[in-house]
């Protein structure tokens, strides 16, 4: 009896998955992958901890060996096998041997195209001289090694091309191998998947490392100089010598072959497919970061390439063609999170530039807090950033960053955002509490009450940058209510001080026809003084989101930055 034939363009994440989960659902199929590199699954978020050795050998990178596919699931891998074309009419596909030349040509039943995403060209002159590389595959990142560690021998200097993750990520590694570390960027902010103010905490966090950063700017050339380094060009900036490049500059789908079959694509070029992953061809599909994805909140297509989500992908789109399932994917929420030196910042769901785009009147709340008891020896802080519609408070998105546990919040909304939880549902959440994992009122719950509080009408909120544009109009009042130390540590020109013990029995010294941000660290103490204004009358009065810890690190950037109107949706 002749075996159905499934072939596999593409292994990594998606296609592994795929030919893994096929063979797991019927165990007559046969089954082919074809990858055009040298190994059939490696950890592709990890080559940046590769280069900078905290992932020791390449090996470690290995997720699953070519043989192992082959004897233990019965799975034939062919490795270094560029699929060049596909004939959907006889269901052919042709291939090129990278290593004989040898044209081939492979027959399917099911066709699964999980070819990735593939780096964005730099269409710039000098592109092509040596010492500039793109990360994509673990081959690119043993030459990024290489010419790392030659840099680092002479305290050299390298340019990172985009601030995306794998960009952060690999200046960081670069950073801590003793390399000075430029990155420029085209937009006016890092870590775009971020809103511009969380992003610009973290941009100071590493600027105060040492890592130097441009956004705003574009490389336009390169030039070789002498001792085998590079001149880079910049638009608005002076030339930097530089040992070499790594161009993070992001990421494209990579579905040309399904292009040139008359396959269907959307979003970034990436395939479109139908809820079973099947494509305007009957009998081809397409999973992974090739593949045109749904926000799981607007319900409009997307285009996330994440790892985690291409696994999923594979799974479902396998499970339903050979395992007869029902399920259908629900779409994704943008789920991200990043290590930053001893910074972490993860995000779920919409930030504030989404939201407004989609059309939601949203509001937001920024709310410090500790990642366990701050008795509990060895606690640190975190800080929250909630995102909720007006009218429902529907939670729409979440951004949750600083120096302990992030994964663990983010993971949180995550949930509450897949099941439509409102703040309402989140602050009741009953979620586990001992003093060494957590406070007994979570930062996640701590968030949610401030936005209820914010929704009915119990307290208002200025954000760090509306304080900034009313206090250049001189609009508003600042009025800080810490202790003397504090103040004296750090304190905003032109406020007023007024410790909190002490401000009921100097509230006439206020005008209460004035309006005023009231202050604090985090934000506790300025809504109990929020209160006793209110007691008394003053009606104009909001407390600055986030406290000092939130806007003290970037204060002055703030201030600087000219670009902060048009890179930063309206402050809520």
């Known amino acids: 009896m002749k075996r159905e034939k499934l072939l596999v363009i593409g292994g990594v994440a998606a296609g592994a998955k795929t030919a893994a989960k096929a063979r797991r659902e019927n165990q007559s199929l046969d089954i082919t992958i074809l990858s055009n590199e040298d190994m059939i699954s490696y950890a592709g978020c990890g080559l940046p901890y590769y280069i ?13 060996k070519a043989e192992s ?3 233990v699931r019965d799975i034939k891998v062919e490795l270094n096998t560029e699929a060049k074309d596909i004939d959907p009419v006889n269901k052919t596909v042709a291939a090129l041997d990278l290593i004989t030349g040898e044209n081939k040509k492979y027959e399917y039943d099911t066709l699964v195209i999980a070819t990735g995403a593939i780096p964005l060209p730099l269409p710039l002159p000098g592109a092509d001289l040596p010492g500039i590389y793109n990360l994509r595959t673990v081959k690119d990142s043993n030459k990024i090694k290489d010419a790392a560690v030659k840099a680092a021998a002479k305290k050299g ?3 990172v091309i985009g601030s995306g993750f794998i960009g952060i990520e690999t200046a960081e ?22 809103d511009y103010d969380v992003s610009l905490y973290i941009r100071y966090f590493m600027e105060q490392k040492g890592v130097q950063i441009k956004t705003g700017e574009m490389v336009t050339g390169f030039a070789a100089l002498e ?5 880079v060009s910049l638009r608005d900036s002076d030339d930097i010598d530089v040992d070499f490049v790594v161009s993070a500059a992001g990421v494209k789908a990579n579905s040309g072959i399904a292009e040139k079959c008359g396959i269907k694509t959307g979003i970034a070029g990436a395939i479109k497919v139908d809820d079973n992953f099947e494509t305007n061809i009957r009998d081809i599909f397409a999973v992974g970061d090739c593949v045109e994805m749904k926000n799981r909140i607007t319900g409009k297509e997307c285009w ?6 291409a696994n999923k992908m594979g799974r479902i789109m396998a499970e339903k063609r050979f395992g007869g399932s029902s399920e259908v994917f629900p779409g994704v929420l943008g789920t991200m999170i990043i290590k930053v030196f001893e910074m972490t910042a993860g995000k779920t769901g919409l930030t504030e530039r989404d939201a407004e785009a989609a059309g939601y009147d949203y ?3 920024i709310v410090p807090g500790n990642d366990s008891a701050g008795y509990y020896p060895g606690f640190k802080e975190i800080i929250t950033k909630l995102i909720y519609e007006k009218k429902s408070g529907r939670v729409l998105g979440g951004q949750v960053f600083g120096w302990g546990v992030v994964d663990k919040p983010v993971d949180i909304l995550v949930t509450a955002i897949s099941f439509n939880a409102t703040i309402f549902d989140l602050s009741n959440l009953d979620l586990a509490y001992a003093p060494p994992f957590s406070n007994a009122m979570a930062s996640t719950i701590a968030s949610s009450n401030t936005g209820r509080n914010k929704l009915t009408g119990r307290v208002k909120t200025i954000h760090p940058v509306d304080l900034f544009s009313a206090e250049k109009n001189k609009n508003i009042t600042i009025l800080d209510i810490r202790t003397d130390d504090e103040v004296a540590e750090w304190s905003i020109p032109g406020s007023i001080h007024i410790e909190n013990t002490y401000l009921a029995e100097r509230i006439g010294e206020l005008d209460k026809k004035k309006e005023y941000a009231v202050l604090c660290r985090r934000g506790i103490r300025a809504y109990n003084a929020y209160k006793i204004l209110e007691k008394a009358g003053f009606e104009k009065i909001a407390v600055l989101s986030g406290g000092t810890v939130f806007s003290s690190h970037f204060w002055e950037k703030l201030r600087q930055d000219t670009v902060l109107k048009k890179s930063l949706p309206k402050g809520k």
């Open 52 to 64: 900078g050795g905290v992932i020791e050998t390449e090996e470690a990178l290995k997720i699953v």
């Open 363 to 365: 509001d937001t709340v």
């Open 304 to 309: 996330v390439p994440l790892g985690s989500t």
């Open 227 to 231: 001792n085998e380094r590079l001149k």
């Open 173 to 194: 590694n670069l950073f801590d191998m003793g390399i000075e570390t430029v990155i420029v960027e085209m937009k006016e902010q890092i870590l775009p998947g971020f």
């Open 69 to 71: 596919f082959e004897k």
């Open 157 to 159: 200097r390298a340019l």
